[in-house]
């Protein structure tokens, strides 16, 4: 019984693909299908953007560098409040009967802080470094 029901599902699987075929462009795309669209426009502007530094900084390996770390400076900003909720948890609620917790749920605070210090400064830092200070 268990090999007929596997059978069967495979063959649900087989059956039910279908192919997808992608488009690069915004044009070949159908005005129906707004959701492609936005993310060919998405992915259009993240590319301008790109071109962007690297027109900014004078050179295609420090453009990227910059791109990166703009992204990350953005992306930091959820996640570290996301782990200091969580470390807080360790420490504040988890760490009133054990002093461990408490203390690890801190140890990762303070981790968490200076990775979003770190991720918040690195960008202002490579900025004058390349660019220099007066320019």
Do not use: H
Not at 112 to 133: D, E, N, R
């Amino acid at each position: 019984m268990k090999k007929v029901i596997a059978i069967v599902t495979i063959m649900f699987c087989i059956i039910g693909t279908t192919t997808v075929f992608a488009s690069n462009t915004i044009a070949d795309v159908e005005e129906k299908d707004t959701s492609i669209s936005q993310l060919l426009k998405m992915k259009i502007d993240q590319e301008r953007q790109l071109e962007d530094y690297k027109k900014e900084y004078g050179s295609d390996s420090y453009g990227f560098a910059a791109y990166i770390l703009n992204k990350i400076q953005i992306y930091s900003i959820p996640f570290c409040f996301v782990g200091i909720a969580i470390s807080a948890i360790y420490q504040y609620v988890l760490g009133i009967r054990k002093l461990d917790t408490r203390d690890k749920g801190f140890a990762i605070m303070v981790s968490i802080v200076t990775i979003f210090i770190i991720a918040q400064v690195l960008p202002l830092i490579f900025a004058i470094v390349v660019k220099g200070w007066g320019d």
